[in-house]
């Protein structure tokens, strides 16, 4: 049964500071794997989305890398702002076209 | 782009009601579409798999007869919560299977879900 996990659970820092979110899958045996946005209260907002055979994506300050056989990948964020406050999922792809999250990490950016 | 459409985004309803949540896809057809409920500070869980035309395919523990599952054509979805208790009250979000390229090219979008109390 795949799981996905997301560390750490909460991350609060500065204005500025370039940071790393993790993610990790138990099944190597996916399709793509994506990254969300999530505002309080809000829906998904897609922010990259990582094909099983690719190695990293990049949009802006976001960049995404993918090992699918240590069933990690990161999402790094440059110079993060205040507004880069939310919480932040990551869903692997199944051959059903299933999407399985992870458990989530609750960005805080102080200015 | 292509958009889901997710209505109402927030019902406020008594204990004992039957509740519907529509989930459009606006420019493309979609045969697959996905029902996940959010709990508060939790991921996503997915409740069932719908299938245009056929029945809804559930995941484990999730009750056929207290979320039922229309997808009567190829732009519409509907979860309908039968009876809703408080413990229904949860954050719902859609999903629909543009069908565009082929397999792992075929992206995936969002609705921006439905919040639900039961009081």
């Known amino acids: 049964k795949q799981e996905v996990t997301q560390i750490p659970a909460a991350l609060s820092v500065p204005e500025g500071e370039n940071l790393v979110l993790n993610c990790s899958f138990t099944?190597?045996?996916?399709?793509?794997l994506q990254w969300f946005r999530q505002d309080p209260g809000k829906g998904l907002t897609s922010l990259l989305l990582i094909q099983s055979s690719q190695r990293e994506q990049t949009s802006g300050r976001l960049n995404a890398s993918l090992d699918k056989s240590s069933g990690r990948s990161t999402l790094y964020i440059a110079a993060s702002q205040p507004g880069d406050s939310a919480t932040y999922l990551c869903a692997v792809r199944l051959g059903t076209y299933k999407y399985i999250f992870g458990t989530g990490t609750r960005l805080k950016v102080l200015a | 782009g292509a958009v889901v459409s997710q209505h109402p985004s927030r019902v406020i309803c008594k204990s004992g009601t039957s509740v519907k949540i529509e989930c459009r896809s606006l420019d493309f057809q979609a045969t697959t579409m996905f029902w996940y409920r959010q709990f508060p500070k939790k991921s996503l869980m997915l409740m069932a798999t719908s299938n245009e035309g056929s029945k809804a395919t559930y995941e484990q523990g999730v009750e056929k007869d207290k979320f039922l599952i229309n997808h009567a054509s190829l732009t519409l979805s509907t979860l309908t919560v039968t009876s809703a208790h408080p413990e229904d009250s949860s954050f719902y979000i859609c999903?629909?299977?543009?069908?565009?390229?082929?397999?792992?090219?075929?992206?995936?979008?969002f609705g921006d879900g439905t919040r639900l109390s039961i009081l």
């Open positions: 999903s629909a299977r543009e069908e565009t390229g082929t397999g792992s090219n075929q992206p995936q979008h």
């Open positions: 099944d190597s045996a996916i399709y793509n």
